[in-house]
């Protein structure tokens, strides 16, 4: 998944995406930054106003998530989290 940054077509995180993804990111020993994470626009036919993305971001992203017990390097997890900021893994 690319990084994706706010534009006027893409919408960013609401207040409670911002304070439940950096919590998240914290617990993880990871850096926080809102462009990790894509929202979906509130009119989209899937999943309106949520975002989604890696923890601390893609480069974080485990390349062997199929082996969850030989995790290469500093993997998080994949994440979304719904305008109210409910985390969903």
């Known amino acids: 998944m690319s990084e994706c940054a706010p ?8 207040e409670a995406q911002e304070k439940s993804l ?9 850096e926080y930054a809102a ?4 929202v ?8 309106p106003g949520w975002a989604e993305g890696w923890v601390g971001g893609g ?3 485990n ?3 199929m082996k969850p017990y030989e995790p290469a390097g500093h993997p998080t997890i994949f994440v ?3 305008p109210e900021g409910e985390i969903c893994s």
């Open 40 to 47: 979906y626009p509130t009119n989209s036919m899937f999943m």
């Open 7 to 14: 534009t006027p077509e893409r919408p960013s995180l609401s």
């Open 80 to 82: 979304g989290c719904s």
């Open 59 to 61: 480069r974080h992203a």
């Open 63 to 65: 390349p062997d998530y």
């Open 22 to 30: 950096r919590h998240l990111c914290e617990r993880y020993g990871v």
């Open 35 to 38: 462009e990790h994470y894509r």
